[in-house]
């Protein structure tokens, strides 16, 4: 392939991506405009060692509470919110001289247009998580997506976030393999996550879509509109005339060489 056809190749690829880009559209699932009342595990469950004396602390299960209509475009979307406590620097409830109360929670507060917040006290983690109802066929088909929301700020800790899908009564399969690390002191930051096809179409099915979030101890995180960004793929008759049009091209240039070369030797 000689240099003017790869020159008209690039300039094809760079027009697609140009359009493609300028047409990408955020299926908005929740800019959390609508305030979520605080959410707090004050428990952890006490439970034998499994092995040797004495006790130990496990986390059980947390608290959960459903906020309905969060979405003003898709009404139909209910959010619901779990925070689970399962690490603490004391006993939860110590008796003195800690006197010790968990301080983490998670909520969804108003000001400033509304975000999720979540706070984790010192030596204290919780595991907190999102769940959104989708309809079927909530992404559009030939897309490639991406999840994205906008971080408004992370403290120093590292801060890890997970995708799942479910349809409620089964265990949610991951949609993104691997956990996937938000970093530290994070300051408003738009964050991507690349949606495989094979996750799309696992979304498209309908069902619970939970956003699980989790750090090291004392964590915390404040988080802004949620949604999934998608750009249409070139479908495949599409790819197919432009390889036609390279071919054409590619034909042309040869028959033109051959009649100059022609014409050289008839004068």
């Given at each position: ?14 027009g697609f991506?140009i359009?493609?880009s300028a ?5 908005p ?13 004050t428990?952890?469950?006490t ?6 004396s ?9 608290v ?12 139909s ?11 603490t620097?004391f ?17 969804v ?10 706070i984790?006290g010192?030596?204290?983690?919780s ?34 976030v ?35 096809f ?5 979304i ?8 699980v ?5 004392g ?25 036609l ?13 051959s ?9």
């Amino acid at each position: 392939m000689n240099l003017k056809k790869n020159t008209i190749l690039a300039a094809l690829a760079a027009g697609f991506l140009i359009t493609a880009s300028a047409h990408a559209k955020l299926i908005p699932i929740d800019d959390f405009s609508v305030p979520h009342a605080t959410v707090k595990d004050t428990t952890l469950q006490t439970v034998p060692k499994v092995s040797g004396s004495g006790t130990q602390e496990i986390s059980d299960g947390g608290v959960s509470t459903i906020v309905n209509n969060v979405n003003s475009i898709i009404p139909s979307i209910h959010r619901t919110l779990t925070h689970e406590l399962f690490a603490t620097p004391f006993p939860v409830n110590a008796a003195a001289p800690f006197n010790y109360k968990p301080t983490a929670f998670a909520e969804v507060v108003q000001p400033g247009g509304g975000y999720l917040q979540v706070i984790n006290g010192a030596g204290e983690n919780s595991t907190v998580s999102v769940a959104w109802n989708v309809a079927a066929d909530f992404v559009p088909e030939n897309t490639s997506a991406q999840f994205q929301f906008f971080v408004n700020n992370t403290d120093s800790n590292p801060t890890f976030v997970d995708f799942y899908f479910g349809d409620g009564s089964t265990n949610p399969l991951q949609l993104i393999s691997g956990h996937n690390t938000l970093g530290a002191n994070l300051l408003n930051a738009d964050v991507f996550f690349n949606l495989s096809f094979d996750g799309i179409a696992k979304i498209n099915k309908g069902g619970i879509m939970t956003m699980v979030m989790n750090g090291s101890n004392g964590w915390d995180m404040n988080i802004d509109t949620y949604g999934i960004n998608y750009i249409p793929v070139p479908e495949a008759n599409l790819m197919g005339l432009i390889a036609l049009g390279l071919v054409g091209f590619d034909l042309t240039r040869k028959r033109t060489a051959s009649l100059l070369s022609s014409s050289q030797f008839a004068i």
